[in-house]
């Protein structure tokens, strides 16, 4: 688990080439406690993964050992001014938190990083570059409570929670966060 790990920019074109090892890594991490997913639930998202990569504000990251092995993902996109996000908060937030218009923010959709190569840095290497181009003045994001690890990491990062909310149907309660591009302020 030692060694040189690269972490690779892409857009959605190349993240699609790459399904495979965003796949792989998926379905490692969310197969697992607490996320416990199943394989219907893993070819759900990568049916989602298909259509977000032909998004052309689209940004990825994968990071791979020195001999290739994948061992972390980070992807993510602008939200449109439409986006369904704020909607699903179980309590409600200020029309100005909500505001859209397909470039305020950029949401993270997935960050992910197998066990063995975990608290290496490989996560925030991932998050800076997925974001290293972006003019977004915040980052989106759901997290899990119950995962102390993640929930550390992204204080740490700067983000701040800002609600709650059930992202999808059936989904347990995650913490919305928001991360200010901007400096402080705002």
Partial sequence: MTGTI???RMDGAAAARAEPEFRL???EVFTEEPYEETPESVDANFRRFRSQVRKKTFSAALARTGDGE????????????STGWWDRLIT???DEL??????RTFGLM???VRAPWRRLGVARRMHEAVLADTTAERVLLNARPDVKAAQAAYRSWGYRKVGEAHP???AVLHDVMVLDLRGSGG
């Fill in 6 to 8: 690269a972490v690779e």
């Fill in 25 to 27: 890594v998926y379905a």
């Fill in 70 to 81: 994948p061992v972390g993902i980070a992807y993510g996109y602008p939200l449109s001014p």
């Fill in 92 to 94: 409600p937030v200020d």
């Fill in 98 to 103: 909500r505001r859209e218009d397909g470039r």
């Fill in 110 to 112: 997935e960050l992910a």
């Fill in 168 to 170: 999808w149907e059936g």
